[in-house]
């Protein structure tokens, strides 16, 4: 079974910056694809940045020039550096690795902005 952890959420105030990181144990195979997705309360979980095994990255416009996804494909580790970070980035932040047969989660890790 895979086994994926997130940490570095926290409080940080508007403007400030925070690192994410993501490990993803347990295959035998690297995976195809690691994402970070959010949620807010009375909100959807949305996608906010996603990278592949080929190096291909994805970012919702709203988190576009702020936020930058990079992976360790040794480690199968992938981390997200948030920048100039608002209050509207406030949310729950899952972890996703997807393999040919299925995706696993993370249990989240809080992010609050506020001041």
């Known amino acids: 079974q895979v086994q994926v952890v997130e940490s570095g959420g926290g409080l940080v105030q508007p403007g400030g910056s925070l690192r994410l990181s993501c490990a993803a144990s347990g295959a035998i195979f690297s995976s195809r694809a690691m994402g970070w997705y959010r949620q807010a309360p009375g909100k959807e979980r949305e996608l906010v940045a996603a990278?592949?095994?080929?190096?291909?990255?994805n970012y919702a416009d709203s988190v576009k020039g702020r936020f930058t996804i990079s992976r360790d494909s040794a480690k199968n580790t992938v981390y997200l550096q948030m920048d100039s970070l608002k209050p509207e980035d406030t949310a729950v932040y899952y972890c996703?690795?997807?393999?040919?047969?299925?995706?696993?989660w993370g249990q989240g890790t809080q992010v609050t902005v506020s001041s």
């Open positions: 996703n690795a997807k393999y040919d047969a299925a995706n696993y």
């Open positions: 990278i592949t095994s080929g190096g291909t990255t």
